[in-house]
């Protein structure tokens, strides 16, 4: 089961995810809106996958093309899914506490943390200023 408004701030759920990316017949595109100067940014992924519960929504994902200058989620391939409640990160202590909002371990994407508070940011955008203004992920059908 998804929350958020499906008008706006929406995550479709880690079930849902896993479902509809288990026959590998989806990509993954993030559109990005950098804070800094305003200026939009696009990462796309050709492979994402998202494995079931039992294996902690594991990621799997590659395949970059965009111009968001540098393949910032290609970090957290392989990281299991966390929340403030469930810690599924590495070593790293529990991200999804720590930065507000649960997410694939920590690592230089960080789309689902708090926004304004240095925590909401995609490495590598924008020079040394990566912060975002906003961020959407979008699971497409493969042509």
Same mark, same amino acid.
Do not use: I
């Given at each position: 089961?998804?929350?958020?408004?499906?008008?706006?701030?929406?995550?479709?759920?880690?079930?849902?995810?896993?479902?509809?990316?288990? +026959?590998?017949?989806?990509?993954?595109? !993030? /559109?990005?809106?950098?804070? &800094?100067?305003?200026?939009?940014?696009? #990462?796309? @992924?050709?492979?994402?996958?998202?494995?079931?519960?039992?294996?902690?929504?594991?990621?799997?994902?590659?395949?970059?093309?965009?111009?968001?200058?540098?393949?910032?989620?290609?970090?957290? +391939?392989?990281?299991?899914?966390?929340? !403030? /409640?469930?810690?599924?990160? &590495?070593?790293?202590?529990?991200?999804? #506490?720590? @930065?507000?909002?649960?997410?694939?371990?920590?690592?230089?994407?960080?789309?689902?943390?708090?926004?304004?508070?240095?925590?909401?940011?995609?490495?590598?955008?924008?020079?040394?200023?990566?912060?975002?203004?906003?961020?959407?992920?979008?699971?497409?059908?493969?042509?």
């Amino acid at each position: 089961m998804g929350f958020g408004q499906p008008s706006g701030n929406y995550w479709l759920g880690n079930d849902l995810l896993n479902q509809l990316t288990a +026959n590998n017949l989806y990509k993954l595109k !993030f /559109d990005l809106q950098s804070l &800094r100067n305003g200026n939009w940014y696009y #990462a796309e @992924y050709s492979r994402f996958l998202v494995l079931s519960e039992a294996e902690n929504y594991k990621l799997v994902v590659n395949g970059y093309s965009g111009n968001a200058s540098f393949d910032a989620f290609f970090f957290h +391939n392989d990281d299991m899914f966390s929340t !403030f /409640d469930r810690d599924n990160d &590495r070593p790293s202590g529990n991200c999804a #506490a720590r @930065y507000g909002g649960g997410f694939w371990g920590c690592g230089p994407c960080r789309v689902n943390g708090a926004r304004r508070t240095r925590n909401f940011y995609w490495s590598g955008l924008s020079g040394s200023y990566p912060d975002l203004q906003y961020s959407r992920m979008w699971v497409q059908c493969k042509p």
